[in-house]
């Protein structure tokens, strides 16, 4: 197993254009986590999945984000009519369960021009 | 929710020194992980520690669940520990997230 793999590693779109980044678990990890980190902070939790469930949506995932987890495999964020302030790294990770070490992928930098 | 607190936020050492860095929590926890966040911004897990102590190599660490901290040691600091640091925590109740810390920049002088 090569851990936790998201693509692409870099994406640049402009203003108002629609972005997809994808993640892809540890295979046997039921849980599937997305964070977003801006500079010069920690990373923020937005979602995450059990399985094919989405159990959980932070404030900070507006309506212009939506995010699946079909057949409770890879994961997919989509962000919608891009932003300057949607510029961050995302950040997925996945574990074996609630409590349980997670683990993160390299990350896809998004820069909004 | 959890509060995460991490001390210092920075942190200058010649290479060759020890180190201490802290994680403040404000809630009981079920997860506590130290990271080292290389140059290209990925996470690397440095240890799951809810409690107990841990050692790797030049580096251990140690949470006291009861008192609400952790603490990462390095020993013998080496230019390639320079980055940035962060703890996580994430608690018995509720959600399942993670919450970081805001991190510690340590950088280590030849």
């Known amino acids: 197993d090569t851990g936790v793999s998201q693509n692409p590693r870099h994406k640049i779109t402009k203003r108002g254009q629609n972005v997809t980044f994808r993640c892809d678990p540890i295979?046997?990890?039921?849980?599937l986590y997305w964070y977003r980190q801006t500079l010069g902070q920690g990373p923020e939790f937005l979602t995450y999945?059990?399985?094919?469930?989405?159990?959980?949506k932070s404030r900070l995932l507006s309506d212009r984000f939506s995010a699946e987890r079909p057949k409770g495999s890879f994961s997919t964020l989509e962000i919608q009519r891009t932003e300057q302030g949607d510029s961050a790294m995302y950040l997925c990770a996945s574990s074996l369960g609630h409590g349980l070490e997670a683990f993160f992928g390299q990350g896809t930098r998004l820069t909004v021009v | 929710g959890i509060q995460v607190e991490q001390s210092p936020p920075d942190l200058i050492l010649q290479e060759g020194a020890n180190s201490t860095l802290r994680c403040n929590f404000s809630d009981s926890v079920n997860n506590l992980q130290w990271f080292h966040q290389n140059p290209w911004g990925q996470l690397i897990n440095l240890f799951y520690i809810p409690s107990g102590t841990k050692q790797n190599g030049r580096l251990s660490a140690t949470t006291v669940a009861t008192e609400r901290y952790s603490l990462l040691y390095i020993s013998s600091s080496q230019t390639t520990d320079s980055g940035v640091y962060f703890c996580a925590a994430g608690t018995n109740f509720g959600n399942e997230k993670l919450t970081f810390g805001t991190g510690t920049r340590l950088t280590i002088i030849p």
């Open positions: 295979s046997e990890h039921n849980r």
């Open positions: 999945f059990q399985n094919e469930a989405q159990l959980e």
